[in-house]
């Protein structure tokens, strides 16, 4: 699986959009991107995930570049309650279900 | 629709003691997946279980640690004897194979490991 690269840490106003970039330049043709988070003593929560189009869900959004080679996840209104470690993962789909390999990840904090 | 529950949330031990944690994964799901966080690092992967069967085993330290599924249902993590090192979170996991529609994994709350 490829390798990605993020900020060690991040802070974001309350109600502002977060955008968390997320570098993956050696993402190879079949592999997704995966975003997951872990809030404080609370297991990791999957947040979102793509190919190559933009995604938009309940929780957050997930912008890829045109060439694949970067990521952004974008929480629009971000609340107190988004201050979490967030992992950007980049996994081969076409080998069934697997294992997730978690980097440092971006701490992100939330100022009131 | 209930969770992915662990037990116990918390446990300590004493070095050279035996401990076994439980995974009741999320019904259904065929895959199970067992990961640990030990202090100041990375969260790691141990194993996954697709039903019954030890999918990847690749993740386990040594042979101190001992997975199993029985039935294909809840999963158990032995450690036996536990070291000091074993201290850390243990993760469980589980999910549905939907092809490439996606496999988001499923996190229990943890429990907390610490040898003494």
């Known amino acids: 699986d490829a390798k990605t690269t993020q900020p060690t840490s991040m802070d974001c106003a309350e109600g502002r959009a977060a955008n968390l970039p997320c570098n993956h330049s050696?993402?190879?043709?079949?592999?997704?991107v995966y975003w997951y988070r872990q809030i404080h003593s609370q297991g990791p929560q999957y947040i979102i995930h793509?190919?190559?189009n933009n995604e938009t869900n309940e929780m957050a959004s997930l912008i890829i570049t045109e060439d694949r080679k970067s990521s952004t996840l974008i929480l629009p209104h971000a609340t107190l309650r988004d201050t979490a470690v967030y992992y950007c993962?980049?996994?081969?789909?076409?080998?069934?279900?697997?294992?997730?390999?978690f980097g440092q990840g971006t701490r992100l904090t939330i100022n009131p | 629709e209930a969770g992915v529950t662990q037990f116990p949330s918390h446990s300590v031990i004493e070095k050279g003691q035996t401990v076994t944690l439980r995974c009741d994964p999320i019904?259904?799901?065929?895959?199970l997946y067992w990961y640990r966080r030990v202090m100041g690092k990375e969260i790691k992967f141990l194993l996954h279980?697709?039903?019954?069967?030890?999918?990847?085993e690749s993740g386990m330290p040594n042979n101190r640690f001992l997975a199993e599924r029985t039935g294909g249902t809840y999963s158990t993590l032995k450690v036996q004897p536990a070291e000091l090192e074993d201290s850390g979170v243990y993760f469980c996991?589980?999910?549905?194979?939907?092809?490439?529609?996606?496999?988001?994994?499923?996190f229990g709350p943890g429990t907390r490991l610490t040898v003494l």
């Open positions: 019904s259904g799901h065929d895959n």
């Open positions: 993962i980049v996994i081969a789909r076409n080998q069934g279900a697997q294992k997730l390999v």
């Open positions: 793509g190919l190559k």
């Open positions: 279980f697709v039903k019954e069967s030890k999918q990847d």
């Open positions: 050696t993402i190879s043709g079949n592999e997704y």
């Open positions: 996991a589980s999910s549905q194979e939907r092809g490439l529609f996606g496999t988001e994994q499923f």
